[in-house]
């Protein structure tokens, strides 16, 4: 059984949200993307809820947006490409219910086996641009990320202390 973190349960939450703003009748993983890199702006507006542990987020959050940011990759100018890379979609569900797509589920599958079934968005960004189909790849090899170096740092970020 996967378990997910509180910032995968966030994202995912956003990220129905990003899919509808596109006109998606499914969540694709980049709509995910778009959730991991939208916790920050999301964030202000839920410290008044009483169901989400906001520092398990913000600690979870914290750590790979500190690695993004040393590979000097802009959050807010990653979010803003990425959603004007993202094609409109052919409508909204018909059941108001926003489902993962098959290439969504097993990004998440892939990221559970990486993650030994406790899921973080750390899992979840690597898996998503390993992905060749992904749009946020694209996006960080046009700004000549290291891909492969990006993915290793994500993953030393879970030993570092702070």
């Not at 008044?48 to 993004?68: G, P, Q």
Request: proline letters at 1%; a positive charge; glycine letters at 4%.
């Amino acid at each position: 059984m996967i378990h997910f973190s509180n910032g995968v349960q966030l994202a995912w939450k956003v990220s129905s949200y990003e899919a509808s703003n596109k006109k998606s009748s499914l969540i694709e993983v980049d709509h995910i993307m778009l959730g991991i890199l939208s916790l920050d702006k999301v964030f202000e507006n839920l410290k008044n809820s009483e169901r989400i542990d906001l520092e398990k987020i913000v600690y979870e959050k914290d750590k790979l947006y500190n690695t993004l940011i040393s590979h000097n990759i802009n959050i807010t100018s990653m979010r803003r490409n990425l959603r004007k890379a993202l094609p409109y979609g052919s409508g909204l569900p018909s059941d108001n219910i926003y489902h993962r797509s098959l290439n969504c589920k097993n990004a998440f599958l892939s990221s559970a086996k990486l993650a030994n079934n406790y899921l973080t968005i750390n899992h979840l960004y690597i898996t998503i641009i390993g992905l060749e189909t992904s749009y946020s790849r694209h996006l960080l090899i046009a700004e000549k990320v290291n891909i492969d170096k990006l993915k290793t740092d994500i993953l030393f970020s879970f030993y570092k202390k702070n």
